[in-house]
């Protein structure tokens, strides 16, 4: 059964598409089978996995409002183990047609139930806000990934979100648990960025990764082309810090040993 992680931050622009796309396909290549949800209006996730959006006719949108089986909209990409379900931005509407209907907070749970079974991960990828969808992806969640990027205004917001996650682990999902504060966009030029690490792992020490996301102009470029940065230039330093991200969240998870039913026998 697959452990559910979702990506979130309310403040746009962290690195949180980036490091979906990105650990997911890392995941994938070190051989585990990963499903990857854009549950994000404005699909790049989609589009940063190589799926030309206007030719995405069934969407998420369909599973949370039209009770669509997910199984029958789920897109094999270029990355053997990844799987996509894709947005569309017809998810904007998404939380409007949701407030009237029974256990709202928790459709996409019912949605990911359905399909758990068949990945080690599933990541969802969620919208730079605390809306409805986000709540819904923290409530299906084992735990989220909180990314940070390395600038001025980098704690700004986080007390609201820590305050949102709080709230749902009281009220709609008591397993929910923070995976880790990931520290993105890091220039080790920069005295700021080195000042934002300093500062980010005083405040929740052991819950940030070791694993730092460097600025990376190979990791820029690589959504552009429809690819994973380890399928656009798997020798970049974008590429190194997602498969050292993957491996990391491997040994916190003890996913890392050799499974019993695949050891060799002597």
């Known amino acids: 059964m697959a452990k559910v992680i979702a990506l979130a931050n309310q403040k746009g622009g962290v690195g949180k598409t980036t490091t979906a796309i990105n650990l997911s396909a890392s995941l994938a290549v070190l051989e585990k089978k990963v499903l990857l949800i854009d549950a994000d209006p404005q699909a790049n996730a989609t589009s940063g996995t190589g799926f030309d959006l206007r030719n995405i006719k069934t969407s998420v949108y369909e599973c949370l409002i039209d009770d669509v089986n997910p199984k029958n909209i789920i897109l094999n990409s270029e990355i053997n183990g990844l799987d996509l379900i894709p947005s569309h931005i017809d998810l904007v509407g998404a939380e409007i047609e949701m407030l009237n209907m029974p256990n709202r907070e928790k459709i996409l749970k019912g949605i990911i139930d359905k399909v758990k079974d068949d990945y080690d991960f599933v990541l969802i990828d969620c919208s730079p806000s605390l809306g409805l969808i986000t709540v819904n992806a ?36 008591t397993e929910l648990q923070i995976e880790g504060f990931l520290l993105t966009m890091y220039d080790p030029r920069l005295r700021l960025s080195n000042q934002v690490v300093e500062e980010v792992r005083k405040h929740f020490q052991q819950m940030v990764f070791e694993t730092i996301i460097q600025r990376n102009i190979k990791l820029s470029e690589a959504p552009s082309y429809g690819k994973p940065v380890i399928l656009y230039d798997a020798a970049s330093t974008g590429s190194a810090n997602y498969i050292n991200l993957a491996r990391e969240l491997l040994q916190k998870n003890n996913m890392t040993a050799v499974d019993s039913n695949s050891k060799i026998v002597e």
């Open 138 to 173: 923290l409530t299906a969640a084992d735990s989220v990934i909180i990314p940070v990027q390395c600038e001025y205004f980098a704690l700004e917001g986080l007390g609201k979100l820590l305050n949102t996650i709080k709230i749902i682990q009281t009220r709609l999902n």
